[in-house]
């Protein structure tokens, strides 16, 4: 019986942080690292099959998935540079450590610049941005030859260091979790752990 008074008495009701804090992150950076890699994964997705099938369907959705992504990007940017970043699980190498939240903040803040840098070159290239049910983002300036060139240059470029640092960060979780067996995956999941 008193083990299980113990056992009730020891429960500690679940408290949502708002804010990340050295010792973990907050529901809300945890619930945006998910909806964002949902995005981009979706966004991913959706333009490998547009190569295999070419649908203005898929356009669209890459559109609806993009402007979902700005916003919350900006914000998560934000937090990201205002908080303070957990500190790591275990010991790990103090190069890997500044190596993985140099990538973390690159991603972040590729995350505002990419869908600014698509809106600016379908923009000047007179393109509309098409949305699910006859929706169109308004374009950002008129119609500009030079301009659209150099915009969809600059996206490719930060697309391609985009990808390189999205595989960077993806080995160091799978790493983490894998390799070092520690509890990283974990803490992004919502699970406290101990460091």
């Known amino acids: 019986m008193s083990h299980v008074q113990q056992d009730v008495t020891s429960a500690q009701p679940i408290r949502f942080k708002f804010k990340d804090n050295g010792l973990g992150f ?7 690292h998910w909806m964002i890699a949902l995005l981009v994964l979706s966004i991913i997705a959706s333009k490998i099959v ?8 898929s356009a ?8 979902l992504l700005f916003p919350l990007s900006v914000y998560r940017f934000w937090a ?7 500190l790591p699980v275990g010991t790990p190498n103090p190069v890997e450590v500044i190596a993985s939240r140099s990538v973390a903040v690159a991603l972040a803040l590729a995350m505002v610049l ?8 379908k923009s000047s290239a007179g393109v509309p941005i098409e949305l699910p049910g006859g929706f169109t ?8 030859a030079a301009a659209a060139h150099i915009f969809s240059v600059l996206f490719d470029i930060g697309a391609g260091a985009f990808m390189c640092g999205l ?8 790493k983490n979790h894998f390799v070092l067996k520690n509890d990283s995956l974990k803490r992004m999941l ?6």
């Open 26 to 32: 907050s529901a809300i950076t945890i619930a945006l």
């Open 50 to 57: 547009g190569l295999v099938e070419p649908a203005s369907e």
């Open 60 to 67: 669209r959705f890459v559109n609806l998935c993009g402007t």
């Open 80 to 86: 990201r540079i205002t908080s303070w970043h957990p």
């Open 114 to 121: 990419l869908p600014i840098a698509a809106w600016l070159g």
């Open 137 to 144: 983002v308004p374009p950002l300036m008129s119609p500009h």
């Open 167 to 174: 595989v960077l960060h993806m080995f160091g979780a799978f």
């Open 190 to 195: 919502g699970k406290h752990v101990e460091l």
